[in-house]
C-alpha cells in the first residue's frame, strides 16, 4: 500500500472561503502532482513539482496554487471556493528516476462548494 | 483530439465472464502503457504495465498493446466481483523528464455474482 495521505478526504464548504488540501508521502519521492477528476473524465493534471521549491502549473487551468517546501508535502490551496472547483482531487507522488515512473496516489479529497 | 481515448462504459458482466477493456491513443511517441484500478473511494493503483508492443500476463490479467494500431487491452479472465472497479489507461514517453502520465476516461466495470 501506497504511503501518501490525504486530508481533509471530503470538505464541503461555502463559496468563498479559503481551503487548504494536504498532501503527504513517506517514501521520499522528489515528484509529486495534483490531479482533478470528475465523474467519467480524465484524470487533469493541475500542479506539478520536480522538487522542493519547484512547482509548475499543468494542462487544466486552475485557480488554485501550491508550495513544495519540504520533500513530503505538497499542499493545495485555493484562495476563493466556488462551486466550479466542487471536484474530486487526487495528490500522487513518483521516484521519477526510470521508467515507467510508477506514480503512487492518495486516496483523495473530494470538495463540494456551495 | 485527446491524446487518450477510452470509452466510459459502464460494463456490466456476469462474475467468470472474460472482460476486455480498450484505449486508443494518438502519440507515436508513447513508449509505456499502464492500467491502473481504481475502487470506490480511493486513488488509482498500478495494476501493471507494458512497454512498447507485445503483450504481458499477471494471473488472470493480460495486457496488450498493439503500437501500430496504437490499440491497447487489457483481458480479465474468470472475472470476480472483487474485480469491480473503474480502470484506466495511461501512457507516458521515453524522454518525459517529468514522468508525465496521459490517462484516459475510464472504464467503469461491475462483476455480478
Known amino acids: 500500500e501506497a504511503d501518501i495521505y490525504q486530508t481533509p478526504r471530503y470538505l464541503v464548504i461555502g463559496t468563498g472561503k479559503k481551503i487548504t488540501l494536504e498532501c503527504s508521502q513517506t517514501m521520499g519521492h522528489d515528484k509529486m502532482y495534483w490531479y482533478q477528476q470528475d465523474p467519467g473524465m480524465e484524470l487533469h493534471l493541475i500542479h506539478y513539482?520536480?522538487?522542493?521549491?519547484?512547482?509548475e502549473k499543468g494542462d487544466l487551468s486552475s485557480e488554485s496554487t501550491v508550495s513544495r517546501i519540504r520533500t513530503e508535502h505538497f499542499p493545495l490551496t485555493l484562495e476563493s471556493a466556488r462551486p466550479s472547483h466542487t471536484s474530486q482531487y487526487l495528490c500522487?507522488?513518483?521516484?521519477?528516476?526510470?521508467?515507467?515512473?510508477?506514480?503512487?496516489f492518495g486516496p483523495g479529497t473530494r470538495l463540494t462548494v456551495l | 483530439q485527446k491524446e487518450v481515448e477510452q470509452d466510459p462504459g459502464p460494463l456490466s458482466v456476469p462474475e467468470g465472464a472474460i472482460v476486455s477493456l480498450n484505449c486508443t491513443y494518438s502519440?507515436?511517441?508513447?513508449?509505456?502503457f499502464m492500467w491502473y484500478r481504481q475502487y470506490s473511494r480511493k486513488g488509482p493503483e498500478l495494476l501493471m504495465y507494458?512497454?512498447?508492443?507485445g503483450n504481458k500476463e499477471d494471473g488472470r490479467f493480460t495486457a496488450q498493446v498493439d503500437k501500430s494500431s496504437k490499440y491497447i487491452s487489457l483481458f480479465i479472465r474468470d472475472s470476480q466481483p472483487s474485480d469491480s472497479a473503474t480502470y484506466l489507461c495511461?501512457?507516458?514517453?521515453?524522454?518525459?523528464?517529468?514522468?508525465?502520465?496521459?490517462f484516459g476516461r475510464g472504464t467503469q466495470l461491475t462483476v455480478w455474482p
Open positions: 513539482s520536480y522538487g522542493v521549491n519547484s512547482t
Open positions: 502519440n507515436s511517441a508513447f513508449q509505456y
Open positions: 500522487a507522488s513518483s521516484e521519477g528516476l526510470a521508467a515507467p515512473n510508477e506514480q503512487f
Open positions: 507494458t512497454y512498447s508492443s
Open positions: 495511461a501512457m507516458s514517453d521515453r524522454g518525459s523528464t517529468l514522468g508525465r502520465l496521459y
